[in-house]
């Protein structure tokens, strides 16, 4: 299910970079926040896989998401099979292109 929370001005006027990301804490326990900025509307997918490349849970799949800033939760226990110990990459897709990056799950 998509989560917008944070939506604002196009990232011109917010001086950020599109696709971004900033994912903190990191590592963590229970939960963390990725956020991002978009420059312009449409396409949004964002995933975590795991290390052999299997998508655990899906954070946002949007054909028409806005452009701003996203701000997404990524839950141990949200969505899906538990999250456990070890080493996760998120993968955004979206009108710039794709970014991936890695965090970690402690116990």
């Known amino acids: 299910m998509p989560c917008y929370p944070m939506l604002s001005a196009p990232t011109e006027i917010l001086n950020v970079v599109p696709l971004a990301p900033r994912l903190y804490p990191s590592p963590f326990r229970s939960a963390a926040t990725l956020s991002f900025a978009t ?23 949007d054909m028409d998401a806005p452009a701003g800033m996203h701000e997404l939760t990524i839950s141990t226990n949200g969505g899906g099979e538990p999250l456990g110990q070890g080493i ?20």
Do not use: C, M, W
Not at 44 to 55: E, F, K, M, Q
């Open 39 to 61: 420059s312009r509307p449409g396409v949004l997918r964002v995933d975590v896989v795991d290390v052999a490349g299997r998508r655990v849970r899906q954070l946002a799949n």
């Open 88 to 107: 996760y990459f998120y993968r955004i897709e979206a009108g710039e292109g794709l970014r991936t990056g890695r965090f970690v799950v402690l116990r």
